[in-house]
């Protein structure tokens, strides 16, 4: 079976000794992509992945995210054994933790990037004293759909329309310029939008 024994192979030693910045990179690639494929298909590997996948369920936490806690109090436990009872290290051991922090937080984006995609939209709600002229300003300018909510302001206690819609990324800086443009006192509220149904908006696979 030695022909899967990877961190035999020639390059990977080479990247060992030359460029091991490179070579976390790559880990947390081939990490973040293995385990995010196993979380989207319901598997397991019966280590950190069951906790994060109770976290999940329990507590709505995207298992990127669960494990990458997880995972941080593992490296800082493993650091705190090598370094009480002087195990040698080929660097030094701050470095190398320092590395598995890296690998850790770029797997763990992967992760939560394999299960639920890039955000491609954000979600804007506009609250505003000129919810006509935002919604039309949307409309026309950017040819999306808006809707206006109705909502009663406590501060003030005004009934007013609260104006969502949904914009591609690319829009997101014309959308804040019209918001400003027809009342810089806006209050605007902006979210990631992991996935849109309708008609404007690439579905997801």
């Given at each position: 079976?030695?022909?899967?024994?990877?961190?035999?192979?020639?390059?990977?030693?080479?990247?060992?000794?030359?460029?091991?910045?490179?070579?976390?990179?790559?880990?947390?690639?081939?990490?973040?992509?293995?385990?995010?494929?196993?979380?989207?298909?319901?598997?397991?590997?019966?280590?950190?992945?069951?906790?994060?996948?109770?976290?999940?369920?329990?507590?709505?936490?995207?298992?990127?995210?669960?494990?990458?806690?997880?995972?941080?109090?593992?490296?800082?436990?493993?650091?705190?054994?090598?370094?009480?009872?002087?195990?040698?290290?080929?660097?030094?051991?701050?470095?190398?933790?320092?590395?598995?922090?890296?690998?850790?937080?770029?797997?763990?984006?992967?992760?939560?990037?394999?299960?639920?995609?890039?955000?491609?939209?954000?979600?804007?709600?506009?609250?505003?004293?000129?919810?006509?002229?935002?919604?039309?300003?949307?409309?026309?300018?950017?040819?999306?759909?808006?809707?206006?909510?109705?909502?009663?302001?406590?501060y003030r206690n005004v009934d007013r329309e609260i104006i969502m819609t949904v914009v591609t990324l690319k829009q997101v800086p014309r959308l804040k310029e019209i918001i400003k443009e027809t009342d810089p006192d806006a209050f605007v509220i902006t979210t990631n939008?992991?996935?849109?149904?309708?008609?404007?908006?690439?579905?997801?696979?």
């Open positions: 079976m030695s022909f899967i024994r990877i961190q035999d192979a020639a390059v990977i030693k080479d990247l060992a000794q030359n460029d091991f910045f490179f070579l976390v990179l790559v880990a947390a690639v081939l990490l973040g992509a293995g385990l995010g494929l196993i979380f989207k298909f319901k598997g397991t590997t019966g280590g950190s992945d069951i906790p994060a996948a109770i976290f999940l369920k329990k507590f709505g936490i995207s298992p990127g995210k669960s494990i990458m806690l997880i995972d941080f109090f593992v490296i800082i436990i493993a650091g705190l054994i090598f370094h009480l009872k002087g195990i040698p290290l080929d660097k030094p051991l701050v470095t190398l933790m320092l590395y598995a922090f890296l690998l850790l937080f770029a797997g763990s984006f992967i992760i939560d990037v394999i299960i639920n995609g890039f955000d491609y939209a954000q979600q804007a709600f506009v609250i505003t004293d000129k919810s006509d002229a935002v919604a039309n300003a949307i409309s026309n300018e950017l040819a999306r759909g808006a809707t206006a909510i109705k909502a009663r302001g406590i939008v992991h996935e849109v149904t309708g008609y404007g908006f690439r579905p997801r696979l």
